[in-house]
């Protein structure tokens, strides 16, 4: 775990956020922390903006945040705004579900009906061949064709139809899971942001120590999400068929903080090769545009499309030899990840789009690469 240090709160970094500007800046190393004086909590009406706009103000509220109680009134805002669109998208869900379902009740009765009068014609063709005096095979009336050409196209809209419906409540699913996430975060977060606006008023020194608090609070989100990955990697890991040796990076961007060993000390601890490390980032971040779809590093199945502890939506691909890539901070709002656990994707296949899921200060994916549960440098397997 990591051990709270008052020269945290200097960085206004979370969780893998390398202070620079496609993360959130940094206060400079050695710099005093302005007087944590925490932002207004956001109010207002949500609902009455644009998500799409609402989302980029965000996103430049979260850019220019200073502080660590701003950050935090920051990650705030956009859980919130996402939780307004998310409503707005179960509302819709749920009415295409209602839609599909009376579709479905009205060609069920509209076959049955079909199907009755299929089966009276042909009771009716059976008596009149059976009265003839020389009975024989008698061929399909026009009436008989034309209720069985309505009864296969009943049937086949009725197949479509519930097509439509498990594919609705699939994301009607999906969607609800993002709710529960969305708001166990709303709510960790008001309770931060409550305690450093109560310090700041009190003074420095209780609002050096609420900074404190909370950034052990980050710590702890930052622990219990790399657990939990640790697991699903473990039961995602397969040694089968000959090791990938073709990879790519997800998105196209800067590279904002690399593999390796880090200054941040919210960065966990690691053995890497033998040696201890106090603080090792296990994966490369890079900057991309919010909504930029995500590409598969290299073919692979899909073993995980969820949220960590800490609220970010994570995809987990496996690949031959042992090889598991992470991607992480993907939407989980607007357009959620196209691809299934058990799905099998291709090298270059979208699967999910850049976000601002969990604790980061500005869009960006975090992308790992893991072998039978050790991280790899990305950039080392990249043009092998």
């Not at 009205?106 to 042909?122: H, K, M, P, T």
């Not at 601890?269 to 930029?292: K, M, P, V």
């Not at 502890?309 to 995809?315: L, T």
Request: one cysteine or more; a negative charge; charged letters at 20%.
């Amino acid at each position: 775990m990591v051990q709270p240090n008052p020269d945290l709160a200097e960085t206004c970094c979370l969780h893998d956020a390398a202070g620079d500007r496609a993360h959130g800046p940094a206060l400079p190393r050695g710099q005093r922390t302005p007087t944590a004086t925490a932002s207004p909590s956001p109010t207002g009406d949500p609902a009455s903006s644009d998500p799409a706009e609402a989302r980029a103000r965000d996103a430049a509220l979260l850019a220019n945040a200073r502080t660590l109680a701003q950050v935090i009134d920051a990650q705030a805002r956009v859980a919130q705004d996402e939780l307004v669109a998310l409503g707005h998208e179960v509302t819709q869900v749920s009415s295409d579900l209602d839609g599909v379902n009376a579709d479905i009740a009205d060609l069920a009765a509209r076959s049955a009906e079909r199907r009755a009068l299929q089966d009276r014609l042909a009771r009716d063709a059976f008596r009149l061949n059976a009265r003839s005096p020389s009975p024989a095979p008698a061929a399909i009336s026009q009436a008989q064709s034309e209720a069985l050409d309505d009864l296969r196209a009943l049937e086949a809209g009725l197949g479509s139809a519930q097509a439509r419906l498990e594919d609705r409540a699939t994301t009607l699913a999906r969607l609800t899971e993002s709710v529960g996430a969305k708001q166990g975060q709303l709510a960790r977060l008001r309770d931060r942001a409550r305690v450093l606006a109560a310090a700041a008023a009190n003074g420095d020194t209780d609002a050096r120590a609420a900074q404190v608090a909370v950034l052990r609070a980050l710590a702890q989100d930052a622990a219990a999400a790399q657990t939990s990955l640790a697991q699903l990697v473990a039961s995602a890991m397969t040694s089968d068929g000959v090791s990938t040796t073709s990879w790519s990076l997800p998105v196209r961007g800067p590279i904002t903080q690399p593999f390796g060993p880090s200054a941040l000390e919210l960065e966990p601890a690691r053995i890497y090769r033998g040696t201890f490390y106090e603080h090792f980032h296990d994966a490369i971040d890079i900057a991309a545009s919010l909504g930029t779809p995500v590409m598969a590093a290299a073919d692979g199945q899909v073993t995980f499309v969820g949220h960590l502890p800490d609220g970010a939506m994570i995809v987990l691909v496996a690949h031959a030899g042992g090889f598991v890539t992470e991607y992480a901070h993907l939407d989980d709002t607007f357009v959620l990840p196209p691809v299934r656990a058990g799905q099998n994707v291709k090298a270059g296949q979208v699967i999910g789009f850049v976000g601002l899921t969990g604790i980061t200060t500005g869009p960006h994916v975090h992308f790992a690469v893991l072998r039978s549960g050790e991280p790899v440098d990305p950039l080392s397997l990249i043009g092998r």
